[in-house]
């Protein structure tokens, strides 16, 4: 009998092999994951230590009934051993930013750069003419300190070159907290609209040149995307450059900014920054809970990972039942990209663990955390898609957002007790913090929702999704009304959830798909997730939040939001096969049973 645990363990520095059932069977290979998992014999545990020549400490982090078979081999997608890509490959595959600076001093380097990068959009030697939109925050991390850089860059240089000046800068007050909304871009793109009218209408210093005009964008990814939206709105929309000051967000080489608009959490279409430049020392400087925040970010493409395989699996069956594609949504699953893939997935684990200890400033560790949010956003551009960076997680970040959570007294000192992080009273949840409790409660319905080794979760008795309220027009249309009633985006949300909803066809093969293919279905998507209780460890590790009240909400809050999440968006992720196959309420009702989620 084939024991039914995945046991987790921890090897404290390299032995030799290369896959994951090798270990069972005494075989030598390179090895360089920390944490692997094995489907063994209990007694195989004894057994294993004799086949290697260096000390093996075993602990158990989890004990799941995930009956895998001890000769499963892994699918292709999520083979770590197969496509790793460094960043300058990765880089290859961003269209839109042609470099990332990330090192200590990079503040130092911002006119050389600017020179290498934009001279080309003037004639001849020209002039580049620099505006700077920062915070009031942002601008004492780093703004002061790229102004003097700026304003000295000119001296001692050979006349051939481009002579760099400062048009201006946009500083956005602290207070109140800066938020990602729509009106905000209007009224920066108006500003850098007559900046720039007026920069183009005086005559170059240099007889030959005519001036180039560049947007620089300081501080996190918030601003980043006000300055990348108001810019993809000049005429003509001017390439620009984000010189970042958090690792927080996955947002800062990403194409597309999401931005309240007309109270509705969306992601508009907008080109990436050419240039993006983290400065290792200001990075560092920054409060702990930024870099928190972006281990947060960058452990959600476990879900997201997750997410897109089991929906690429339900659209093959839809294909392969002849249901034609133009009766689901357009980014219902999206075909597995293998390069945007690999791009995010194949050394996720490995930078999570090299990244754990950002929030105590360490700059190796906030480097890799920051080349790694990077990387997932060359990702979105290579696609123009968010498919393979978010998912289920971040559907539950933006149900929040809409509400704009703050911090309460009460939420600041949990922080600050339970993880060594502090929050100000009043301010804003940062995206990525929102993102880690969305994080674990999708982990925590995966979990549940595969947790049957032989049949999925079955719906109430009689259930069936043609003769369901919840699947009518109008039956869904009021769930979703009640659900935000009041709020500015209602109808836009109504608007989404019913477009989601499936034929009776579409519906029953989805249904019968389930039912017929569910081990390997749950097989691949449980081997992509990371199990909860090993999750939850990683994110007290990092400083990110694990406890609803960590955020400011509350643990039955989570739990019907995930109702509210899974009609916002169209993209397919758990909880819309949740839905389809009639169990979402049996799943988060499970998750409310059991006190070790969340």
Known sequence: MICQDIIYFQIPRKITTNNTNDIAYGKSHEFSLTYRRLFVWPKAIRAIRGCFSCDLKVNVFALFSYPLPLATKPHSHYNNTMSKMSIEECL???????????????????????????????????????????D????EAAGKALEEVLSAANTGEVASQAAITIAGKYVFPAKPTLHAEYPHVESL??????????????????????????????????LNDLVKKAVSELDPPLPYICLATAASVDGFTANGAPLLLDGFKQTLRCAAPRLVIADLDVLAAEPAYLASSGFADLASKIIAGADWLMAEEVENCLNQAGIPRDTLTKDFAEPIDQVAWDMTQTSLMD?????????????????????????????????KSSRPVSSAEHMLAHVWEMENIVHSKESSELLSKDLAVSCTIGETVTHGHKVAIGTLAATAFT????????????PPSGWVYASSAAHSSAGREAQVA??????????????????????????????????????????????????YAELKSMFEKAGAPTKPEHIN???EKVLADIRRAQMIRTRYSIFDLAFDTGCLDTIIKGIGENNEYL
């Open 447 to 458: 979990e549940l929702f595969f947790k049957n080794p032989n049949a999925p979760p079955s």
């Open 189 to 222: 793109r108006d500003t850098l609209k007559a900046a720039y009218q007026g920069c183009m209408a005086l005559p170059a210093s240099q007889a030959a040149g005519r001036r180039a005009f560049v947007p620089i964008a300081i501080g996190g990814g918030t």
């Open 553 to 555: 909400i509350s643990r």
């Open 136 to 139: 009031e925050n942002t601008w």
């Open 351 to 383: 930078n999570l663990h090299a990244s754990i200890d950002a929030v105590r400033g360490d700059t190796a560790a906030l480097k890799t955390l920051f080349e790694a949010l990077a990387i997932t956003g060359f990702a979105m551009q290579r696609l």
């Open 92 to 134: 290859a595959h961003a269209d839109e930013t042609k470099a990332l600076c990330l090192e200590a001093g990079a503040l130092k380097r911002v006119p050389s750069l600017i020179r290498q990068y934009f001279t080309n959009d003037a004639e001849g030697a020209g002039e580049l003419a620099v505006y700077l939109v920062a």
């Open 482 to 531: 009640k659900a935000f009633a009041g709020m500015p985006a209602e109808a836009s949300i109504i608007k989404t959830a019913l477009s989601k909803l499936l034929d009776n066809r579409t519906a029953a093969v989805i249904n019968q798909y389930v039912q017929d293919k569910w081990q390997g279905l749950r097989s691949k998507v449980l081997e992509r997730l990371v199990p």
